[in-house]
């Protein structure tokens, strides 16, 4: 059975990206698949959150990922700092993760441009820490957003590099996986790019937000003054509501909506009232769940211990396997 492994940051609450991107396919992947999901809490450490902060998102996430329908029987969850092991092999594939390489990475490029106060080297080899969550496990099949693409390349590279280096078919390549035909690109409410924290609090709509919440976020959402002409090309802040509408609604919705566009008719209050209102349907599930779960810390400690245990002895292996390969071999 081929294995599914893939992880989010913990930086807080999970929003439609996440969800969309990562989360429903996690959600149906775990019934045909050996599937590991974990939280990503060494990669959040290249923002130096404090300690309290940290652990309350490992937490929110963790209750996040069972409310979203993750099934602890079926699926593998755990945090990632539970497993040391993939801390090593961390180590070890940074000694054939090349510099240029590195630089090059579109999200390196990013976080230098916003954050140019803390370029710190785990942010340069972030890619090598989520190769090796990957290869840990021998994932070949890796649910992410579109955002996460190039990571997958470097992840094929590190792996291929280390069969050529060791002349060994050791790891195999992992790629990244939707359920629908194309990566997802959930875009944000701030009217550029895609959902993400980074951008401000008022671009993400939450599985944690009320149905108040969510109807005010979208009727802030930032549009134009409307079409001028039939048929005209929509500004990108008006197709990202377009775009969100076609993940939360029905295609019925979203053509009468895109007809009204079209002969210059729509009315951009009833159209983002029906957006919220699809929104609030999709959430609701989640969010009752997220309140359900987060008050249960004996299920929540008993599933991570669980999560740990199974994790480890599979990174364990791998690691044993990995030294072997390498060389690292006690002499007495
Ligand atoms: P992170 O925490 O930024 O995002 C978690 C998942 O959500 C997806 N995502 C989106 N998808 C569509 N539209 C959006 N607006 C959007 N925003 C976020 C991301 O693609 C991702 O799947 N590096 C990873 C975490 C990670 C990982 C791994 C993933 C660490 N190790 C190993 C897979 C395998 C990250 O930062 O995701």
Same mark, same amino acid.
């Given at each position: 059975m081929e294995t599914v492994v893939s992880g989010i940051r913990s930086t807080g609450k999970l929003h439609l990206g996440n969800y969309y991107g990562a989360l429903s396919n996690f959600v149906k992947m775990q019934n045909e698949y050996n599937c590991f999901f974990f939280i990503a809490d060494l990669h959040s450490l290249t923002t130096h959150p404090t300690p309290q902060d940290l652990q309350a998102t490992v937490r929110n996430v963790v209750v996040e990922y069972l409310a979203a329908g993750i099934d602890p029987e079926k699926s593998t969850i755990y945090? #990632?700092?539970?497993? $040391?092991e993939v801390a090593e092999l961390y180590l070890y594939m940074n000694m054939n993760a090349y510099m240029g390489e590195l630089e090059r990475s579109t999200s390196f490029k990013d976080k230098v441009r916003s954050n140019p106060d803390n370029v710190n080297a785990g942010l340069l080899t972030y890619p090598v820490l989520m190769a090796c969550d990957i290869l840990i496990h021998h994932g070949t099949k890796v649910p992410v957003g579109k955002d996460q693409e190039q990571h997958l390349e470097m992840t094929r590279t590190f792996a291929n590099r280390f069969n050529h280096l060791y002349n060994t078919a050791y790891f195999q390549e992992a790629f990244a996986f939707s359920y629908s035909e194309k990566l997802v690109k959930v875009p944000g409410l701030? @009217? #550029? @790019?895609?959902? @993400?924290k980074s951008n401000g609090e008022a671009d993400c709509i939450y599985l944690s937000d009320s149905p108040e919440v969510i109807r005010k976020k979208i009727m802030r959402a930032v549009s134009d003054?409307? $079409?001028?002409? $039939?048929?005209q090309t929509k500004p990108e802040a008006v197709q990202n509501l377009f775009d969100l509408m076609k993940v939360v609604s029905t295609a019925d919705t979203l053509t009468h909506f895109d007809d009204l566009y079209n002969s210059c008719a729509i009315r951009y209050g009833d159209f983002k009232k029906q957006l919220a209102e699809d929104m609030v349907l999709a959430t609701e599930p989640v969010r009752s769940r997220i309140l359900e779960i987060e008050k249960d810390d004996a299920y929540i400690q008993k599933v991570l211990k669980m999560g740990a245990e199974k994790a480890q002895a599979s990174a364990q292996k791998t690691i044993k396997e990995v030294r072997e390969i390498m060389g690292l071999k006690r002499l007495y």
């Open positions: 945090v #990632q700092s539970d497993v $040391p701030s @009217g #550029q @790019g895609k959902m @993400g003054a409307g $079409p001028t002409a $039939p048929n």
